[in-house]
């Protein structure tokens, strides 16, 4: 297919439906707000219009309400950037290949771009989902190692290319409901390595995605996965407690969800009561989601929740009870699943010990704790990821009116000296 030069993207599309309303970035912000649980910032408006960033699916839905104008207007516009950005990049020829590379070497990936698959023609093959599913399986696993700093460049070319076969290929009613499934995993990818990253904004925009592509293959338990993503982001940003969502995950995936993922968004909603305070609720989520662990099942369990296992749920125990000050409920079980973590998974075992120093704390244990949040500050050296120093930066604060005891005074030094 030739590109045509005077083909009109979707930065120029977007500007000149707004100004066309008499509109700037930021009214048209306002308005596409109302039509959303999320506020549309001004500067995601500005993102689009000069393609420094192309709306995702859910999002091209909502400007065509907004403009009255067919969503598949909207679509053809972004493909064609997307065409003209591959373009310049060949153009170019400098493609990061080094760091692709590395990175992927320890996912024991042969990066072979999406664009393979239309090579010898625009047919898809009844098994590029499986395929796909394999390689994001691979990816995934990344994570268990380093954090979304370092991967989401990565989840998002990944993802990129799935939505090109998607839009540019054709296939069968099945092999697109495929398809439409593992966008919604990747979406979903993207938006944890984003979350991972402080990348808060980005982090949204992928889980409303993979929301809609969840919903669009039919995947009850992916959707409701979504919502609990989009529970804990909640949480984390401060705009709610994230029940409602999480509520949601756990209604939309149904009782007919598989074991693992039944007990992961319990899990989930057990976080969220905790946070807000409900001990009760969030001791009735953990029971669930204990038994739902417990269940044997010969039904084979996503990929995506691959982690989840009883020492997955003895340690959201241990979290729950520790942001509720239960110490003495918390600490047992978190000491016993975190025996049983290696050190090579550094983020996950930093940010589990914080609330261990943070039960500690609460127990009156004071020296303890700042040990611990030692070992905290030696395992996040180096990582990718927001959170560890978030939590580390907590427990420094809380530790500060205990200055005259030598281990912490030396711990606040090195925090300061950081």
């Not at 919604?184 to 979350?195: C, K």
């Not at 261990?356 to 500050?377: M, N, P, Q």
């Amino acid at each position: 297919m030739t590109m045509r030069d005077d083909v009109e993207t979707i930065g120029p599309l977007l500007r000149r439906l707004r100004e066309a309303t008499g509109r700037t970035q930021e009214e048209l912000a306002g308005d596409l707000s109302k039509r959303r649980n999320y506020p549309v910032e001004q500067g995601m408006i500005s993102r689009w219009e000069t393609e420094k960033a192309l709306p995702d699916p859910v999002s091209r839905q909502l400007l065509a309400d907004e403009f009255d104008v067919p969503v598949e207007e909207l679509h053809r516009a972004v493909v064609a950037a997307r065409r003209i950005r591959r373009h310049k990049k060949q153009a170019a020829k400098e493609p990061d290949v080094k760091r692709r590379e590395f990175m992927t070497a320890g996912a024991g990936i042969a990066v072979i771009p999406a664009i393979n698959y239309l090579d010898s023609g625009r047919r898809l093959g009844a098994d590029v989902p499986r395929q796909l599913r394999a390689r994001t399986a691979r990816l995934r696993r990344l994570d268990d190692f380093v954090g979304g700093g370092d991967t989401y460049a990565m989840y998002c070319q990944e993802l990129d290319n799935t939505v090109r076969l998607a839009n540019e290929g054709a296939y069968t009613e099945n092999t697109g409901l495929g398809l439409r499934a593992v966008i919604a995993e990747q979406a979903q990818l993207a938006g944890w390595a984003a979350f991972d990253a402080g990348r808060h904004g980005e982090a949204r925009s992928h889980y409303l995605t993979a929301m809609a592509a969840a919903e669009a293959a039919q995947d009850s338990s992916l959707a409701g996965n979504s919502y609990a993503f989009l529970a804990y982001l909640e949480w984390a940003i401060g705009g709610g407690s994230g029940v409602e969502f999480a509520i949601a995950g756990c209604e939309t995936a149904g009782r007919d969800a598989s074991p693992a993922v039944r007990a992961l968004l319990w899990d989930r909603l057990a976080w969220q009561h905790a946070t807000s305070g409900n001990a009760n609720a969030a001791d009735r989520a953990l029971a669930a989601a204990e038994e739902a662990i417990r269940q044997e099942s010969d039904r084979p369990e996503p990929d995506w929740v691959y982690w989840v296992d009883l020492d997955e749920i003895s340690i959201m125990t241990g979290r729950c009870w520790a942001e509720l000050h239960r110490p003495l409920r918390a600490i047992p079980a978190l000491e016993s699943a975190l025996s049983r973590y290696d050190d090579t998974r550094a983020r996950d075992k930093a940010l589990y010990l914080s609330w261990l120093a943070s039960a500690y704390l609460d127990a009156g244990e004071v020296e303890h704790s700042a040990v611990i949040t030692g070992r905290i500050l030696d395992l996040s050296q180096g990582l990718a990821s927001t959170r560890p120093a978030g939590r580390s930066r907590i427990l420094l604060h809380r530790l500060q009116p205990h200055r005259q005891l030598t281990p912490v005074a030396e711990l606040l030094e090195r925090g300061e000296a950081s």
